[in-house]
């Protein structure tokens, strides 16, 4: 089992900046990879970015790209996400999600089904 916890939400004005972090725990040694999704009222849970572990490569749904930046800290098995610039459509409730086991397709690009772990999410809400 994996744990993820996510921190770091809140609520932000327009063009604020926040960062999010996501601490992993448990069977960690199996993830190969941790993402950001993010879900809006009354729509679909949507990608944001992901991560592989090893080696730190970031890929990123195309609208994201430019003002949200992932990283990791694999002596911490912590995710961040730091987000600037922030508009009023980014808020939503922010979801970590590890990828675990032998790598799914679909994970670089943000398959939801991609990921076995989810943290509880955590809320950004963007004033204008």
């Known amino acids: 089992q994996v744990q993820l916890v996510e921190s770091g939400g809140g609520l932000v004005q327009a063009g604020g900046s926040l960062r999010l972090s996501c601490a992993a725990s448990?069977?960690?040694?199996?993830?190969?990879?941790m993402g950001w999704f993010r879900q809006a009222p009354g729509k679909e849970r949507e990608f944001v970015a992901t991560?592989?572990?090893?080696?730190?490569?970031?890929y990123y749904a195309d609208s994201m790209k430019g003002r949200f930046t992932i990283s990791r800290d694999n002596a911490k098995n912590t995710v961040y996400l730091q987000m600037n610039s922030l508009k009023p459509e980014d808020t939503a409730v922010y979801y970590c999600?590890?990828?675990?086991?032998?790598?799914?397709?679909?994970?670089?690009?943000?398959?939801?089904?991609?990921?076995?772990?989810w943290g509880q999410g955590t809320q950004v809400t963007v004033s204008s």
């Open positions: 999600a590890a990828a675990y086991g032998i790598p799914n397709a679909g994970w670089s690009t943000g398959r939801p089904g991609a990921y076995g772990y």
């Open positions: 448990g069977r960690t040694f199996s993830i190969y990879a």
């Open positions: 991560i592989r572990w090893s080696g730190g490569i970031p």
